[in-house]
């Protein structure tokens, strides 16, 4: 079992920055691919990014390329999502989740999710 706890959300004005941190329980994190997706009310879950075992690969959904970038530190069990430049329609639930391997863009693949932070961009 992997537990995932986001952290960092919160309310920003359009054109600014938030980093999301994601820390894992997993003991063995750097076995796990690491992705961030996001959900609005009444919206399927939506891809944001992911990132690969060792973080040498990195994959973006073309809604947030050029803005946000994700990273991990295996040595502290923790995915971080650096959010710059936001606008209002990032405003979402964002979800950090772990699947073992293989890296994918697909939320069904993913096997364990955190309990959601709010991110709110006001304009």
């Known amino acids: 079992q992997v537990q995932l706890v986001e952290s960092g959300g919160g309310l920003v004005q359009a054109g600014g920055s938030l980093r999301l941190s994601c820390a894992a329980s997993a003991r063995t994190f750097s076995m796990y691919t690491m992705g961030w997706f996001r959900q609005d009310p009444g919206k399927e879950r939506e891809f944001v990014a992911a990132i690969s075992l060792s973080g040498s690969s990195t994959y973006y959904a073309d809604s947030i390329k050029g803005r946000f970038t994700i990273s991990r530190d295996n040595a502290k069990n923790t995915v971080y999502l650096q959010m710059n430049s936001l606008k209002p329609e990032d405003t979402a639930v964002y979800y950090c989740?772990?699947?073992?391997?293989?890296?994918?863009?697909?939320?069904?693949?993913?096997?364990?999710w955190g309990q959601g932070t709010q991110v709110t961009v006001s304009s």
């Open positions: 989740a772990a699947r073992k391997l293989v890296l994918t863009t697909t939320p069904n693949e993913y096997s364990y």
